[in-house]
């Protein structure tokens, strides 16, 4: 079964420019979440969504980032526009999560940002 | 709220030797527990979970780890380490659908 699916794998961008990071979760998954890694402050979570309904966005950074996912096979985290301290991992992953709580969390390969 | 302690920021193990990565977690009620591996320059991977039931798991890749209650912790093992185990490895409780991490435990494997 193919995995977690992310791209682009790496990218460097201008200061201001615009980023779109997209992913595409396991088929059948009802869950699906980006989190952030960087060396300072460890993975972070950035957004959950439940059914491509955004559940949690309390780690958003700020406005200048937003997420969206328009059906249960694709989602895309936008950084408009990017800063040098936005350089980092950028991880989506996903779950199946019952009734009961909590599913495994499948990850990613990730997005290598960096932002110059 | 949830939290991870991982105390140990990096250990070097000789090849062939037995590893043990603490894990202390804090959740109110009976956690989700995970063990992820993380490879330079790739995502993470997951090598086990405790969810319920009997408190020694087997993961991939020949790890285990043991849930204890009274102790708050999950730590992971593996009697004999390869060249190959050389990673990062993260220790996660989860809650509803969050997920708290570790800061994480570098390991160095010397020949």
């Known amino acids: 079964d193919a995995g977690v699916i992310q791209s682009p794998r790496h990218e460097v961008t201008e200061m201001g420019q615009e980023v779109t990071l997209r992913c595409k979760p396991i088929?059948?998954?009802?869950?699906l979440f980006w989190y952030r890694q960087t060396m300072m402050r460890g993975l972070e979570l950035l957004i959950y969504f439940n059914n491509n309904v955004p559940i949690d966005d309390s780690g958003m950074p700020e406005d200048r980032f937003s997420a969206k996912m328009p059906n249960a096979s694709f989602s895309t985290l936008k950084i408009q526009p990017s800063e040098p301290r936005d350089s980092a991992v950028y991880f989506c992953a996903s779950s199946l999560v019952s009734g009961t709580g909590s599913g495994t969390i499948y990850f990613g390969e990730g997005s290598w940002l960096t932002v110059v | 709220a949830q939290s991870v302690t991982q105390p140990d920021i990096h250990i070097t193990v000789s090849e062939g030797a037995s590893l043990e990565l603490r894990c202390n977690y804090s959740?109110?009620?009976?956690?989700?527990l995970f063990w992820y591996v993380q490879s330079p320059g790739q995502g993470l991977q997951l090598l086990l979970k405790y969810f319920s039931g009997d408190t020694l798991v087997q993961g991939i890749k020949g790890f285990e780890a043991e849930f204890k209650r009274s102790q708050s912790s999950f730590n992971l093992r593996k009697p004999s380490v390869h060249w190959s185990d050389a990673a990062e490895y993260f220790c996660?409780?989860?809650?509803?659908?969050?997920?708290?991490f570790g800061a994480g435990t570098t390991v160095t494997v010397r020949a």
């Open positions: 996660a409780v989860g809650a509803d659908y969050k997920l708290s």
């Open positions: 088929s059948g998954h009802n869950s």
């Open positions: 959740y109110g009620a009976t956690p989700y």
